[in-house]
T-cell receptor, first 112, second 114 residues
Framework: NAGVTQTPKFQVLKTGQSMTLQCAQDMNHEYMSWYRQDPGMGLRLIHYSVGAGITDQGEVPNGYNVSRSTTEDFPLRLLSAAPSQTSVYFC???????????FGSGTRLTVV | AQSVTQPDIHITVSEGASLELRCNYSYGATPYLFWYVQSPGQGLQLLLKYFSGDTLVQGIKGFEAEFKRSQSSFNLRKPSVHWSDAAEYFCAVGVVEYGNKLVFGAGTILRVKS
């Protein structure tokens, strides 16, 4: 049982480039979320989904897009990377939220 | 708006000593409350959770937490700390109205001295 799988683990982008962070879970969880972690700020919610075809914005959605075409996958797209998007990104999933979320191991992104 | 406050950025305790990490939340309804732990370079691992019932909840690795509604607190405790407990600890509240999304505190870094 793989849990929540994030790829890549590390990425360096140039300002203005676009990319997609991949997230997949094999636990048949309906709820999935993307967070970014910055020193001293905890984790902040970027986008979340409560099921296939349903997404909504979190606290810091600007510069990011998501879609949820399947239960298993929840990719995060950076449209035009900026240095302010340098961060560690975590994907998480949950059966129904109240049980707590299972987190992936993270993607460390640097934008230069 | 929902918020979580962890007043202590860093805490240092001696191995074998007791530990209490503080967490206060602001939320209009009965919250889902969680504590997560993150070792360096790793993802977050769920330690324990609370929604209803007994206000003292037991978690993994010997941790427990007590929910106090009157104080809007959910403090994490451990009777005897081990060197392997050194990590960053996050308190979080689940917001029911928004698909139980998690709102996190800023975290507390625990250092254990031998």
């Amino acid at each position: 049982n793989a849990g929540v799988t994030q790829t890549p683990k590390f990425q360096v982008l140039k300002t203005g480039q676009s990319m997609t962070l991949q997230c997949a879970q094999d636990m048949n969880h309906e709820y999935m979320s993307w967070y970014r972690q910055d020193p001293g700020m905890g984790l902040r919610l970027i986008h979340y989904s409560v099921g296939a075809g349903i997404t909504d914005q979190g606290e810091v959605p600007n510069g990011y897009n998501v879609s949820r075409s399947t239960t298993e996958d929840f990719p995060l797209r950076l449209l035009s990377a900026a240095p302010s998007q340098t961060s560690v990104y975590f994907c998480a999933s949950s059966y129904q939220g109240g049980d707590g979320y299972t987190f992936g191991s993270g993607t460390r992104l640097t934008v230069v | 708006a929902q918020s979580v406050t962890q007043p202590d950025i860093h805490i240092t305790v001696s191995e074998g000593a007791s530990l209490e990490l503080r967490c206060n939340y602001s939320y209009g309804a009965t919250p889902y409350l969680f504590w997560y732990v993150q070792s360096p370079g790793q993802g977050l691992q769920l330690l324990l959770k609370y929604f209803s019932g007994d206000t003292l909840v037991q978690g993994i690795k010997g941790f427990e937490a007590e929910f106090k509604r009157s104080q809007s607190s959910f403090n994490l405790r451990k009777p005897s700390v081990h060197w392997s407990d050194a990590a960053e600890y996050f308190c979080a509240v689940g917001v029911v109205e928004y698909g139980n999304k998690l709102v996190f505190g800023a975290g507390t870094i625990l250092r254990v001295k031998s």
